[in-house]
């Protein structure tokens, strides 16, 4: 998923183009970044937000660095979004906080009949939306084919093997936006009030686990109102009351300042939060969290490089660092569609790819940008995935990528310049800037880093708008078609860099298809082969892999980051309260 942290750390591992910049600022390195004299910044950076909200007494006081992107779940892609969400919604399953295994919500049960393609699933019947409308499978229904008729919908994918699905999306693409009623699937089917059947169009070694992400969410028909298709109800948190089933409600939202949830005490979970108010905090600079922090101004904050050595020998504030590993991947992405990485430049512009993943340095940049604390990756599945393999399609050999770069008609750089876009975050700028300065030292290839804001940076690469850019995902369930489909298959929403291979498709959807348990290795060897032809096409050039290191004050438990980022507040409690 596009989940990236909310202001992650870059650590150790375990599990989208031609721009004009409308936001942002052009960068220059830094002494610090590259060893060398300092350098005059081409423009002065923004202001970073930092909320000035202390929140109330007794309330979990939450750090994050970006506001809530998105809080209708039928267009929720990015972590901090879904982070705060899950605990607004629920699906049919959810993944269990510690294990990630899928475990029962508001299915209680399921039935999986012989050939594995029909799914009935067994609702609770004490579920009800925060406004006390009951749930019934019809919600399901509704939920479902409210999100495939939304062409901005990122995660449509995650249905695709649900009969009728792409039928819906791909009808929803070519017709007005703005509809009264829904095309309803073929496959997803109220049964009565509380069995929903779907069919799928063959067995999936997967569709369980994707029934626990959020696009499977419910929402209130009743919130939501007669434009299925509106999300002007998720945009305040006074016009979204009662639009979940979850353990809090949102009580307050003041845009890139700060979001108040409060315990709904009609929760209907096994697990009732303990806590009744959770303070979300907007700081971007994470220094300026982690006085807050020390301050005893939150209870919670992610720590950045530049804090770490520090808090790390510190003998108190040790104790209260953690660490989460996280399935993630960074990387740096080229455009296969326009300009100068494109296919249709034939070998010259796969040779000016090469040359970038040959320069690139990645124990320089893990060293400098991310305080020595890192893996190198070179593979898009990152270690603790089922079915990563250690492969490696192009390390450092500046021998190598000179002549490539030669190879692809600019030798020793010349003629050449790019724009590298990132997202406007502390660690992604720590991250440019080393990659900026490594492209000049080891190529003399001239890069202007452009910095934009993150939900604009979201839009923005997803409609190709970037030539060379910023690229990470994180795994929504553990399988290597949830970074294999979306990520790379021609035409996928998250297929950012615009890559298109019928050899590589064709494995990955076959692979796809071997559902059986008995098929296990198979079915990874192909995934393996599929990935080895797309990371030697280099449309992508993978960094490092990493994990969350957070502060939690001591007297709080039952709550952290994990490979998912699955972490509900209702877990949360404070001894002594």
């Known amino acids: 998923m596009v989940m990236t942290p909310t202001t992650a750390m870059v650590m150790t591992p375990t599990a989208g183009m031609v721009m004009t910049p409308t936001a942002g600022m052009v960068m220059t390195p830094t002494a610090a970044m590259t060893g060398t004299s300092a350098v005059t910044p081409t423009a002065v950076p923004p202001t970073p937000i930092a909320s000035s909200f202390q929140g109330s007494a007794g309330a979990f006081r939450w750090r994050v660095g970006e506001d809530v992107a998105q809080m209708d779940p039928a267009l929720m892609e990015d972590g901090v979004s879904i982070n705060v969400a899950q605990n607004i919604y629920d699906g049919l399953t959810q993944f269990n906080p510690q294990t990630l295994a899928v475990e029962p919500a508001i299915a209680t049960k399921w039935d999986i009949n012989t050939d594995g393609s029909v799914y009935t699933f067994h609702l609770r019947n004490d579920v009800k939306f925060s406004d006390g409308t009951v749930v019934t499978a019809k919600d399901f229904v509704y939920s479902w084919n409210r999100l495939l008729a939304n062409p901005k919908a990122p995660y449509s994918f995650v249905f695709a093997d649900i009969k009728g699905a792409d039928e819906v999306v791909a009808s929803a693409a070519s017709t007005d936006t703005t509809k009264t009623k829904l095309t309803a699937a073929e496959g997803i089917k109220a049964v009565d009030d509380s069995t929903l059947q ?99 101004q939150l209870d919670s904050s992610e720590l950045y490089t530049a804090d770490y050595d520090r808090i790390s020998k510190d003998p108190k504030l040790s104790k209260e660092l953690h660490a989460a590993p996280q399935a993630r991947t960074v990387w740096l992405g080229m455009n296969q569609l326009t300009g100068q990485f494109a296919v249709s430049g034939g070998d010259k512009a796969k040779n000016l790819r090469i040359a970038i993943a040959k320069a690139v340095d990645r124990a320089d940049l893990i060293d400098k940008a991310l305080n020595g604390v890192g893996a190198p990756a070179y593979t898009l599945l990152p270690k603790g995935v089922p079915g990563y393999q250690d492969f490696k399609a192009y390390e450092m050999d500046l021998p190598g990528a000179k002549q490539a770069l030669s190879d692809a008609g600019y030798p020793n750089g010349q003629g050449l310049k790019l724009t590298y876009t990132t997202r406007d975050r502390e660690d992604q700028r720590a991250v440019a800037t080393v990659i900026q300065a490594q492209l000049k030292q080891n190529l003399n290839i001239d890069v202007s880093v452009v910095p ?126």
């Open 198 to 296: 779907v069919t799928l169009k063959g067995p999936s070694a997967y569709f369980l686990s994707q029934t626990a992400l959020w696009s499977y969410w419910i929402v209130n028909q009743k919130v939501v109102g007669s434009d299925p298709l509106s999300s002007d109800w998720a945009q305040k948190a006074d016009t979204q009351k009662g639009a979940g089933t979850g353990a809090y409600t949102i009580k307050e939202w003041a845009r890139n300042d700060h979001m108040v949830l409060t315990a709904n005490d009609s929760y209907w979970g096994n697990v009732k939060p303990s806590v009744k108010e959770i303070d979300e905090v907007v700081i971007q600079d994470g220094s300026t969290s982690q006085l807050r922090y020390e301050s005893g």
């Open 452 to 577: 934009v804001a993150w939900s604009t940076f979201l839009d923005e690469r997803r409609n190709h708008k970037y030539e060379f850019f910023y690229g990470s995902w994180g795994q929504d369930y553990p399988d290597p078609q949830d970074w294999l489909f979306p990520l790379a298959v021609s035409g996928q929403h998250e297929n950012n860099e615009g890559y298109a291979n019928p050899a590589f498709d064709k494995l990955v959807i076959d692979a796809n298809k071997l559902a059986d348990p008995t098929k296990q290795t198979d079915r990874y060897k192909m995934y393996n082969q599929a990935e080895q032809i797309y990371l030697k096409d280099a449309p992508i050039v993978p960094l490092y892999q990493f994990q969350t290191d957070y502060m939690l004050k001591p007297g709080w438990s039952g709550w952290g980051y994990n490979a998912q980022f699955v972490a509900p507040f209702r877990y949360l409690s404070k001894s002594g309260s």
